[in-house]
């Protein structure tokens, strides 16, 4: 038996996903080679926090709705490889890979694959939450684009 993911469920992963952004962030600020890389990390640790704290309130107005889905389970199993595909699966996983990396361009790279990583599940999420939130879920898309687009120029900066 597949089991959908509902509106509260999505939100709930969305949380998770900011607390390992947050996890992974801070982390590789405390690694990090030069002053400019871990005031970087930091800045974008706050503004993980700033959407797990966006989702919270979000998560008392989401019920339990469903998309539609063309066949029983599709939703369920794309979302589950959505999931199991993701860089960064939970705060544990995180601070290990923040830690274990050599070079603050590594440590970059891999957080633009989070970044892209949450912007693909904040598009399937927003179809599982209620049209109000859905417009704050468009606005953190947005602001997980310009996360990309920071890290990128910052990548070039590193080089």
């Not at 694959?113 to 209620?130: A, N, Q």
Request: net charge negative; glycine share 6%; hydrophobic share 45%.
């Amino acid at each position: 038996m597949t089991v959908g993911f509902s509106g509260a469920e999505m939100v709930a992963l969305a949380i998770q996903t900011e607390q390992s952004g947050y996890v992974f962030y801070k982390r590789a600020a405390e690694a990090a080679r030069t002053e400019t890389v871990r005031e970087f990390c930091e800045l974008m640790a706050s503004q993980e926090a700033a959407h797990e704290a966006t989702f919270r309130r979000m998560q008392r107005s989401v019920g339990e709705f469903s998309p539609p889905e063309s066949y029983v389970g599709e939703w369920s199993a794309y979302g589950g490889a959505l999931l199991a595909s993701r860089v960064l699966p939970n705060a544990e996983v995180a601070a290990q890979l923040a830690g274990a990396t050599t070079a603050d361009v590594e440590a970059v790279d891999l957080a633009i694959r989070f970044e892209k990583d949450t912007i693909l599940f904040m598009y399937e999420m927003r179809g599982h939450v209620p049209d109000g939130d859905a417009q704050t879920v468009d606005a953190l898309i947005a602001e997980e684009k310009r996360h990309v687009q920071m890290l990128t120029e910052f990548r070039q900066s590193l080089r």
